[in-house]
């Protein structure tokens, strides 16, 4: 089975993945949006979602070592690897300590913030095209910027309230 999903939101995203797992559909294949599922065992697996620090680094290392802590490696986009365990072994927390889940939101947080970045700049130059050209095209083009930009703001904003709840966790 073939769904089309997007999400900036990589909790969400794994809830659903779970959920679907639930289900008895177990996660084969990502590909822009596209995700692919076959049949399982209802909650047959457990899914994390982990954004490598680089993507230059060595993948197979990664895999490998997973792989050694019994996860299996199912797909990977760009520098995010979705990752499955089965749930007869047990709970699946890739980050368990409030540190480690800190800098995991810190990377998740600078990676959309330098997409923010980005998109603002792209924002500005479709806004000031559309201005000087009137042309309805790039109206709706600067729209859609827009609606991405805020969509990425809102992950950064989710992404700094889970860092600072943490912190307070920890600290109290």
Same mark, same amino acid.
């Given at each position: ?65 997973m792989e ?24 699946f927390e ?9 800098a995991h ?5 600078? &990676? $959309?913030? !330098? ?5 603002? *700049?792209?924002? +500005?130059?479709? =806004? ?8 309805? &095209? $790039?109206? !709706? ?5 827009? *609606?991405?930009? +805020?969509?990425? =703001? ?19």
């Amino acid at each position: 089975m073939r769904k089309f999903k997007l999400f900036y939101d990589k909790d969400t995203e794994e809830d659903w993945l779970k959920e679907m797992s639930l289900n008895g559909w177990a996660f084969k294949k990502f590909f822009l949006g596209m995700y692919t599922f076959e049949p399982c065992e209802p909650g047959e697996y457990n899914y994390q979602i982990d954004l490598l620090d680089n993507w230059n680094g060595n993948k197979d290392d990664y895999a490998r070592f997973m792989e050694d802590t019994g996860v299996e490696v199912i797909s990977q986009w760009w520098r995010w690897v979705y990752l499955r365990k089965k749930a007869a072994d047990g709970p699946f927390e890739m980050y368990t300590d409030a540190q480690s889940k800190i800098a995991h939101y810190t990377r998740i947080m600078k &990676f $959309f913030q !330098i997409a923010l970045v980005i998109e603002m *700049v792209c924002f +500005v130059m479709e =806004l000031m095209a559309t201005i000087e050209t009137g042309n309805v &095209f $790039f109206g !709706i083009f600067t729209g859609v910027i827009a *609606v991405v930009a +805020v969509a990425m =703001l809102k992950i950064v904003w989710k992404c700094k309230w889970k860092i600072e709840q943490l912190k307070r966790e920890e600290n109290g």
